[in-house]
């Protein structure tokens, strides 16, 4: 599953898997606010105490370091400080990891049960502080579930038939190299291309 955040944590895109961890069908308005203080965030983030109050605490914490004037963080610390369970977590400064990506942790999923996520967080050149979050769902209680690197590309080179050019006898190629524009969808030189020969 996969969703965008603004700087203030607010959710702006998301697919459906994402959708799936809601009851009713229905994504919170700001992540941050769900993770930390809503019943069913916490009933949904297994071991929220022990696992993910005191990783999710030092982003509100780095957030609102970047963004002090910031009206939303603002709101959610007040409200987090005022949270017996939160609050406490908040004073104690148990990590200081600031974001997640990489992390595994539990998760009760509605339909899928007891799982293990592995998260990948990444932030947009062109929007500072935002975030792209994919979330790897393993379902099963247990982490040794959870697959490693879960950003791995399975590449595999593939040979090309004949080569663009040749590199003694670039003549070799033009025959093909014609064959193949005059196919639909078929190859084209950009402007400023020549073959010489």
């Known amino acids: 599953m996969a969703y965008v955040t603004d700087h203030s944590y607010n959710l ?3 697919n459906a898997p994402f959708v799936g961890l809601f009851p009713h ?3 919170p308005r700001n ?4 993770m930390l ?18 990783y999710v605490l ?7 370091a970047a963004l002090p004037h910031d009206a939303v963080l603002a709101r959610i610390e007040r ?3 005022a949270d017996p369970k ?3 977590l908040y004073e104690a400064r148990v990590t200081a990891q600031v974001h997640p990506d990489g992390q595994e942790r539990p998760l009760l999923h509605p339909t899928l049960g007891p799982c293990w996520v592995q998260i990948c967080a990444a932030e947009p050149l062109s929007s500072p502080n935002a975030r792209v979050m994919i979330v790897m769902v393993y379902p099963g209680a247990s982490q040794s579930d959870v697959r ?10 593939r040979r090309r038939k004949r080569p663009l050019l040749h590199r003694h006898r670039p003549h070799r190629c033009l025959g093909w190299l014609a064959q193949r524009r005059a196919e639909p969808g078929g190859w084209a030189p950009g402007p400023g291309f020549w073959l010489s020969g």
């Open 12 to 14: 702006l895109a998301y």
């Open 25 to 27: 069908a229905a994504p």
């Open 31 to 34: 992540m941050l606010d769900w």
């Open 37 to 54: 203080l809503s019943t069913a965030g916490r009933h949904a983030l297994t071991d929220w105490e022990t696992v993910w109050a005191p």
């Open 58 to 64: 030092p982003q509100l914490r780095a957030a609102r």
């Open 79 to 81: 409200d987090v400080m």
């Open 86 to 88: 939160c609050g406490r």
């Open 148 to 157: 490693r690197s879960c950003l791995r590309a399975l590449w595999e080179p």
